[in-house]
């Protein structure tokens, strides 16, 4: 019999464990690796989620597992109005990574990053209105609840005033298009805005967005789009939230995904990669925008923020990405990842689309090509077929859309490891298919 049926640590984790989501997965992790986790039985499971879209260095590497013993035997915590070097040494290398964006105030949770960032946004302009797209997901508390349409919407009661929303551009389903059949995005966020400017008591504070929306289906904004949203807020006098929980980090081909734009975003946060597994986020912002919220006695103080320990961490995965060219690697090995993908959509037809860029790849599974009707059950046959092979991935089942893989294994994959992954998903949807 399997390790993973342990009977009694099913009967403990029922007992006690509160269910927060999706069901949990039916084995036990006992430790993981580079690219993979070993469950009970001691099998190797290929992680092309890297944990939770976050270890982008891959399990227990050997750096980060150096910096957390020697910073935990010199200082992990201190009283949050104290200092200490990882903190100033973590602020200043990324403010030097993106230029303009000179503040920087480490945390814990995206969640937490995006609270602290509507939160200047609201004092700085006065404001109390946040505008955010359909298919995002910025976090499950207070605010960051609020701007989050993905899920999670019912059941809760009333959320922030001032709460708007518009849809995300969709190339691969346009709600507006060109003559040729193309994505008019242009002129679907200019009716967006539109009707936000018919809602807005004139109090409009922020619109935060990801580059690239992940749990929204791997939709990525297009070149462009960034500007002309950055312009629509300044017409208005908002600020632009950019939230690069899973998009920062050399995981898109840049260190940031709003530089391939060449649009610098009001406020910045950070979360998942920039701590490489361990809860670490950031929020940078201007100098003019941070001297104006603590003129206006900005207050966002929390337990961990300015914590040495999961500061010394981020030290460190800058320094692995900037030695090892992971960047670089990001492109090189997303490029092989998406041919791979493209090759599974030329083979079945269930593979309706391939998006995304770098090492944050998109696959949409529907039941024609022709009318892209959602395959949402087919997606999770997908699913539970790989990962009986060795193979994790996470499914996005959202109305409107079909059922969208997001790929994301770390940065430091190797191309085996990535033919791996792909062989898998072939015979995972040919499975799939066949007893469908």
Known sequence: MSLNADPAFWAAANTHLTRYGPDFEA????????????????????????????????????DIVATVDRQMRSVAHLFSGMLSRPVVDLA?????LAPGLDRVQLLTTGAESNEAAIRMAKLVTGGHEVVAFAQSWHGMTGAAAAATYSAGRRGYGPVAPGSFVIPAPNSYRPRFIHPDGSNDWQAELDDAFSLIDR?????LAAFIAEPILSSGGILELPLGYLAALKRKCEERGMLLILDEAQTGIARTGNMFAFQRDGVTPDIL????TLGAGLPLA??????AIEEKAHERGFLFYTTHVSDPLPAAVGVTVLDVVERDGLVEQ???????????LLSLQQKFECVGDVRGRGLLLGLEIVTDRQSKAPGFELGAKVMEEAMRRGLSMNIVKLPGMGG??????PLTVSDAEIDRGLAIMSEAIDSAIATG
């Open 269 to 272: 946060t950070l979360s998942k």
């Open 330 to 340: 990001a492109i090189a090995r997303g490029a092989r990842l998406r041919n791979g």
């Open 404 to 409: 969208v893989f997001r790929i994301a294994p």
């Open 27 to 62: 084995i036990i992790v006992e430790r993981a690796e580079g690219s993979f986790v070993y469950d009970a039985d001691d099998r190797a499971i290929l992680d092309f989620t890297s944990g939770q879209m976050s270890a982008v260095l891959g399990h227990t590497h050997p």
């Open 199 to 203: 809602q807005s008591t004139g109090n």
């Open 282 to 287: 950031a929020v940078m912002t201007s100098q």
């Open 92 to 96: 200043s290398r990324l403010a030097a």
